[in-house]
């Protein structure tokens, strides 16, 4: 036998206002939080439109702001498309990372350096060319840039003895 709780539920549009004061979330994402949390489909309408009138949910600026953010964690403008997709706002994802591509080769050119740095060890040229290749890859760098970023990075002279 359960006993009825003294506290009424918090209201979907409280828990929303809570979800969004720790983060940022997007609407998809905010919907998601909210349907996982037991609220109905118009309960969660009702409190996500709220904080749209009241300027709490803004899918452009959020996907903008996470754009800037990964690119700043040097992010390349693949992987940067990938988690704009994965957290809801797909559709804003391409108008976002428009403005990074600018500077893109020039954060590879900076993560390449910092990768070569940690294989200061590696004696083999291949490998570390490889390794290089790989890490930049898998930083969401296209293959042109991270071709042209490596290239420029192994040619620099190394700061180790």
């Known amino acids: 036998m359960t006993v009825p709780s003294s506290r009424p ?19 998809a994402e905010l919907v998601a939080k909210l349907h996982r949390a037991g609220y109905s489909g118009g309960e969660t309408a009702a409190a996500v439109a709220e ?4 300027g709490f949910l803004n899918d452009e600026l959020y996907a903008r702001d996470c754009a800037e953010m990964l690119a700043s964690r040097g992010c390349g403008s693949r992987k940067i498309l990938l988690e704009l997709r994965r957290r809801g706002v797909a559709g804003l994802a391409e108008e976002a ?4 591509v600018d500077g893109e080769a020039d954060r590879a050119l900076e993560c390449a350096r910092y990768k070569l ?4 060890r590696e004696t083999d040229p ?19 840039i991270v071709r042209e970023a490596a290239e420029n ?9």
């Open 153 to 161: 990075a192994l040619r620099e002279p190394s700061d180790s003895p």
């Open 126 to 144: 291949r490998k570390r060319r490889e390794k290089l290749w790989r890490f930049l890859l898998s930083r969401g760098f296209p293959p042109d």
């Open 51 to 54: 904080c749209r009138r009241l």
């Open 117 to 120: 740095r940690l294989l200061s």
């Open 9 to 27: 539920p918090v209201p979907a549009l409280e828990r929303a206002v809570r979800y969004l004061a720790a983060r940022g979330h997007s609407e």
């Open 97 to 100: 990372t428009a403005e990074l």
